[in-house]
């Protein structure tokens, strides 16, 4: 049974920082491209930032310069590191686990980010 089970979210002012983790327990963990993944309210699902099995990153340009993916293969863990909040950051942060040679597309639960003074 493949879990991802993601932590770190929270309320936090305009300016601010928080540090989203996703746990992973699935197997060849090295094998798969990470993503963050949010949703605000009304509106579909976007990419926020990926980090590929070759470890090449990338993200959306409104989170360009403020976020940071990474991963720690030891832990099986995939991180997203976001600095200089603005309340446009305010959604549900959704972990993405997907390898083709693995044939595995996986989903966490999401964690809740607000940002508000």
């Known amino acids: 049974q493949v879990q991802l089970v993601e932590s770190g979210g929270g309320l936090v002012q305009p300016g601010g920082s928080l540090r989203l983790s996703c746990a992973a327990s699935?197997?060849?963990?090295?094998?798969?491209?990470m993503g963050w993944y949010r949703q605000a309210p009304g509106q579909q699902r976007e990419l926020v930032a990926v980090l590929s099995s070759g470890d090449i990153t990338d993200y959306s340009d409104s989170v360009k310069g403020r976020f940071t993916i990474s991963r720690d293969y030891a832990k099986s863990t995939v991180y997203l590191q976001m600095n200089s909040l603005k309340p446009e950051d305010t959604a549900v942060y959704y972990c993405?686990?997907?390898?083709?040679?693995?044939?595995?597309?996986?989903w966490g639960q999401g964690t809740q980010v607000t940002v508000s003074s």
């Open positions: 699935v197997r060849l963990f090295s094998l798969y491209t």
């Open positions: 993405n686990a997907y390898s083709k040679l693995a044939n595995g597309n996986y």
